[in-house]
């Protein structure tokens, strides 16, 4: 049986905490919905990246929403799905995997964006795409479930996301495709990992026992 601790997924209620200030603090300084007043504060803008060198945008655009829609429709998906890949993964491989994730989605969609350099992009997409993609491998390794969790869901629920990003203006396409990308494969690394600590534990309490 799983002790309480295990069953407590701490680090993905704190990411959720931080996209929630970091929007009321955008909020109460400006608006989250000024294209411009998100640069200065830190969205991502590929001239900005890749010429200026300010690679801190990659992580800090991950932590900023533009209007309260954007928020809530990230957030929701993040902690419906998190707290099931923070378990599976660990506290800390999650927040690496969840970092990771977002800051390669970013700097892939900055790359993508050479030609549209004044465009300002920012949100967790990236970053909630890989992880959908990191529970992918996880149920894929894990014979199909995870969980509550079945692969069948996961793959109908990619399909209709990426479809309703598509048919929407607006929609940071290629940070949700990267993140995805990004999450499968660092998912399939980490969960292995993660396992294979998980069945060493469990060998060496019983050698004590």
Same mark, same amino acid.
């Given at each position: 049986?799983?002790?309480?601790?295990? =069953?407590?997924?701490?680090?993905?209620?704190?990411?959720?905490?931080?996209? %929630? *200030?970091?929007? *009321?603090? *955008?909020?109460?300084?400006?608006?989250?919905? $000024? !294209?411009?007043?998100?640069?200065?504060?830190?969205? %991502?803008?590929?001239? /900005?990246?890749?010429?200026?060198?300010?690679?801190?945008?990659?992580?800090?655009? #991950?932590?900023?929403?533009?209007?309260?829609?954007?928020?809530?429709?990230?957030?929701?998906?993040?902690?419906?799905?998190?707290?099931?890949?923070?378990? +599976?993964?660990?506290?800390?491989?999650?927040?690496?995997?969840?970092?990771?994730?977002?800051?390669?989605?970013?700097?892939?969609?900055?790359?993508?964006?050479?030609?549209?350099?004044?465009? @300002?992009?920012?949100?967790?997409? &990236? /970053?909630?795409?890989?992880?959908? &993609?990191?529970?992918?491998?996880?149920? *894929?390794?894990? =014979?199909?479930?995870?969980?509550?969790?079945? !692969?069948?869901?996961?793959? =109908? #629920?990619? @399909?209709?996301?990426?479809?309703?990003?598509?048919?929407?203006? &607006?929609? $940071?396409? +290629?940070?949700?495709?990267?993140?995805?990308?990004?999450?499968? %494969?660092?998912?399939?690394?980490?969960?292995?990992?993660?396992?294979?600590?998980?069945?060493?534990?469990?060998?060496? =309490?019983?050698?004590?026992?």
């Amino acid at each position: 049986m799983e002790s309480g601790l295990k =069953k407590r997924a701490y680090v993905n209620g704190m990411l959720i905490a931080a996209n %929630v *200030l970091y929007f *009321l603090y *955008l909020e109460a300084a400006g608006s989250s919905e $000024d !294209a411009y007043f998100m640069f200065q504060q830190g969205a %991502v803008m590929a001239a /900005a990246v890749l010429e200026g060198r300010e690679y801190y945008r990659l992580l800090t655009a #991950m932590f900023m929403h533009f209007g309260i829609r954007h928020l809530m429709n990230n957030m929701i998906v993040l902690f419906a799905l998190g707290d099931n890949l923070e378990r +599976a993964l660990g506290h800390a491989r999650y927040l690496l995997f969840y970092l990771a994730c977002g800051i390669g989605a970013n700097w892939f969609s900055a790359l993508l964006m050479r030609s549209d350099r004044l465009i @300002v992009s920012a949100g967790a997409s &990236g /970053a909630i795409f890989g992880v959908v &993609g990191g529970l992918l491998s996880a149920v *894929l390794m894990n =014979k199909g479930q995870l969980e509550e969790l079945r !692969a069948r869901q996961l793959i =109908k #629920m990619i @399909v209709l996301s990426l479809f309703m990003g598509m048919a929407n203006q &607006g929609i $940071d396409h +290629a940070a949700h495709v990267s993140g995805l990308f990004f999450g499968i %494969v660092l998912g399939a690394v980490l969960y292995r990992w993660s396992k294979a600590g998980a069945r060493q534990a469990s060998e060496q =309490k019983n050698y004590m026992e």
